[in-house]
């Protein structure tokens, strides 16, 4: 599917269901990475060689990212649209539930919107932060915070993380 079939059936159509999530969109369209200026501060890490990532996320309204977290530091820039994002301390985790296996490890079981408190009771007493992003402004989330994410516009964001 090209970016302009997307755009064509999950944007002007405004069909709920297309998210085009942690695509590396610059390294498929080139040109368009020459619009984007990696922040000074994703250079200091250890390394001076650390490859940083970037990674696009483009879609309609109502479009999440369920509560999870990363083990890099991540820089969330809203380009177009709003999100609001709920953050957790790491030191939250027992209270958030994560899946047990290995490959989900990093994503709660709750949804964050409808939290099943039978199921998850220590999630009513989990602290968090939250904010709504909008174009123009840039969050840092922090190594292995817990996040979720919900447009609530037509959105686009680009993501740089590194170590």
Known sequence: ???????????????????????????QIPELKQDIGIP????????DEEEITINAWFGPAGTISPLHQDPQQNFLVQVMGRKYIRLYSPDQSEKLYPYDSH??????????????LVK??????????????????????????????????TSFSVSFWWS
Not at 40 to 47: A, E, H, N, T
């Open 1 to 27: 599917m090209t970016v302009g079939e997307f755009i064509s059936q999950y944007i002007e159509e405004e069909n709920p269901n297309g998210y085009l999530a942690q695509h590396q969109l610059f390294d």
């Open 40 to 47: 000074d501060y994703c250079c200091l890490g250890k390394d």
């Open 103 to 116: 490959l989900l490890h990093n994503t709660s079981q709750v949804d964050v919107e409808d939290p099943n």
């Open 120 to 153: 998850f009771p220590k999630f009513k007493a989990a602290a968090f932060q939250d904010c709504v992003l909008s174009p123009g402004q840039v969050l840092f989330i922090p190594a292995n915070y817990w996040h979720y994410v919900r447009a609530l516009d």
